[in-house]
C-alpha cells in the first residue's frame, strides 16, 4: 500500500464522518420538525379559548373604564 493509498483511505474515512454527522443532524431536525407539527395540531383546539380570553378581557376593560368614569364624575352627577 502507498502513501496515495493511505490518503485515500483517510480521505474516505473523513467523508464517511461527515456524512455520518450531516445524516445525524438531519435526523435530529426531521424528528423536531416531526415533534413541532404535532405541537402544532393542537393549537386549533386551543384557539377559541383565546379568542375567549380575548372578550373577558375587553370587558373588563369596559366595566375599569365605566367605573372610572363614574368615579370622575361623582361630584358633577350628586
Known sequence: MDTSDSRIVVLFIIIAFALFVAGRRF???V??????RHSMRAVP???PTQGSSLKVM?????????????????????
Open 45 to 47: 383546539i386551543k384557539r
Open 27 to 29: 435526523q435530529s431536525m
Open 58 to 78: 375587553f370587558g373588563v376593560a369596559l366595566i375599569v373604564i365605566v367605573v372610572f368614569w363614574f368615579v370622575t364624575n361623582l361630584q358633577t352627577l350628586t
Open 31 to 36: 424528528s423536531a420538525r416531526q415533534a413541532w
